[in-house]
C-alpha cells in the first residue's frame, strides 16, 4: 500500500499514523485522545533502551526533554525558559495558585462551568483570605464583558478555560488578556482542549500564565504537559516544589546550594517522565509538520470543517447540537442531545456500533481530531440514527 503524501493529502498521511483508526470511529479527543504510531513507537523505544541499556543511555533521554521544551516554545511562539513541563494541566494550575503572592482581600475571577481543575486550586486559596469570583455563563458562552466587568482594585487573576471541556465554546484570548492587563489584572489560560487545534501565538496574546496536558487532542501519553509561566513572573510565584532539578548547579550533590535556574526549569523539582517525554515529543512532530507544510492554521481549518460537516448530517436526522453560531467561538468539541434517551445509554450504544464518545454537560460530546474523516462521521451519524 502506497503511504499517503503529507503534501498532497496531509490529513490522509495523519490518519495513517493512527493505528485507532482500524477500529474504531474515534471521536472522544477531549477525554483521552489515542496515542499516534510515533508515539507508541517511542515509549517501545524507551522501554527497550531501559531494559537492555539502564542509565548509560539517560544523556539521550535528557537531551530530549530539551526538545519539548523547545517545541512547546515554538508551537506557542513564547520563550523556551518560559516553557516547563509538567505531569498534568492540574499541576500547572496549583504552580500559580500556590505561588501567587496573595495578600488577604484579593480575589480572582473564574466562569462558571470550568473543569474542576480550573476551580478547586482557585478555591483552595480562600483559606488565605482570597475570595473567588464566579461569573455565569450565557448559555454555555463565556462572555468577555462579563469577566472584565468583575474586576476591582483588588482582582489579581482572571482564569479561564481556552475551550470549554462540556461547551465547545473557544473564548475570545485576545480580547480578555488586553482589556485585563488595562486593570494590571493576570490571566491564566488552561489551554488542554485547544492546544495543537489551534493557533495560540503568545508574541500576539500576552497571556501570563498557561497549562495544558498533552493526553488529549496532542495524542501523547498521560502523565506529560507543559506550562508556560512568563519571565516577568518568574520571581513572582514562589517555587513551592523544589529539588535538586530546580537549581543552576544541577548535579552539584556534594556541595549542594539552593540557586533556582532562571527558567521555568526552576518549577521540574526531580525525575522526568522520560517515556512519557519522548512520547509527547514525537506525537508533535506530527503537528509541526502539518503546520509547516500546510500554514499555522491547517490544523484548526481541517477541524472546523469536519465538526460542520457532522452538524449538518445530524441536523438531516432531527438532531440539534450545541455548536456555537459563531465559527470563531467554535472548537473540535461539539456536544448533541438524543431526544428522550439517556446520555449513557447513547454513550453505550454507538461505543456498541464502533463510535467512541462521552458523556459531558448532560448530553454526547464528540471531540473531532484533524485526521478523522467523513467516513468517522457517517458512522457516527448512523449509529445515532439506530438508536432512535
Not at 482500524?22 to 522501554?47: E, F, I
Not at 501567587?100 to 486550586?121: A, H, K, M, R, T
Not at 517525554?277 to 492554521?297: I, W
Amino acid at each position: 500500500m502506497t503511504t499517503p503524501d503529507l503534501q498532497s493529502d496531509p490529513w490522509q498521511w495523519w490518519r495513517s499514523q493512527m493505528p485507532v483508526t482500524q477500529k474504531w470511529a474515534y471521536l472522544d479527543h477531549a477525554a483521552v485522545g489515542p496515542l499516534s504510531n510515533p508515539a507508541a513507537v517511542a515509549l517501545q523505544t524507551y522501554a527497550d533502551q531501559a531494559a537492555h541499556e539502564g542509565d548509560t543511555v539517560w544523556p539521550q533521554w535528557a537531551a530530549r526533554l530539551d526538545d519539548l521544551r523547545t517545541r512547546f516554545a515554538q508551537l506557542l511562539q513564547a520563550e523556551r525558559d518560559e516553557i516547563c513541563l509538567i505531569p498534568n494541566t492540574s499541576t500547572g494550575i496549583n504552580l500559580v495558585a500556590e505561588g501567587f503572592p496573595w495578600q488577604p482581600g484579593d480575589n480572582l475571577i473564574v466562569p462558571d462551568g470550568e473543569f474542576p481543575s480550573n476551580l478547586y486550586p482557585w478555591q483552595n486559596q480562600q483559606s488565605r483570605g482570597v475570595q473567588v469570583r464566579v461569573v455565569p455563563r450565557r448559555d454555555g458562552r463565556v462572555v468577555v464583558d462579563d469577566l472584565i466587568a468583575q474586576i476591582d482594585d483588588s482582582t489579581r487573576i482572571i482564569a479561564l478555560s481556552w475551550v470549554g471541556y462540556a461547551s465547545g465554546f473557544r473564548a475570545d484570548l485576545e480580547s480578555l488578556v488586553a482589556r485585563a492587563h488595562e486593570s494590571d489584572v493576570l490571566v491564566f489560560v488552561d489551554a488542554i482542549q485547544g492546544l495543537g487545534i489551534f493557533d495560540l501565538d503568545l508574541r500576539k496574546i500576552d497571556v501570563d500564565f498557561l497549562a495544558a496536558d498533552g493526553h488529549k487532542w496532542l495524542l501523547g501519553p498521560e502523565g506529560m504537559g507543559v506550562a508556560m509561566i512568563r519571565k516577568r513572573h518568574l520571581q513572582t510565584l514562589r517555587c513551592g516544589n523544589v529539588g535538586w532539578n530546580s537549581v543552576r548547579n544541577t548535579f552539584n550533590y556534594d556541595q549542594p546550594r539552593l540557586d533556582l535556574r532562571q527558567s521555568a526549569v526552576r518549577f521540574e523539582p526531580g525525575s522526568a517522565n522520560m517515556s512519557g517525554a519522548a512520547a509527547l515529543d514525537a506525537s508533535l512532530q506530527l503537528f509541526s509538520a502539518v503546520r509547516e507544510a500546510h500554514g499555522p492554521d491547517a490544523i484548526a481549518d481541517r477541524v472546523l470543517g469536519l465538526v460542520q460537516e457532522m452538524a449538518d448530517r445530524l441536523g438531516e436526522i432531527g438532531i440539534q447540537t450545541r455548536m456555537d453560531a459563531q465559527p470563531e467561538h467554535r472548537s473540535g468539541i461539539v456536544t448533541f442531545d438524543v431526544p428522550g434517551r439517556e446520555p449513557a445509554t447513547v454513550r453505550q450504544h454507538l461505543i456498541d456500533q464502533g463510535c467512541v464518545v462521552s458523556c459531558r454537560g448532560g448530553g454526547i460530546r464528540t471531540g473531532v481530531h484533524a485526521y478523522n474523516n467523513s467516513s468517522d462521521l457517517q458512522q457516527l451519524v448512523a449509529a445515532v440514527a439506530s438508536v432512535r
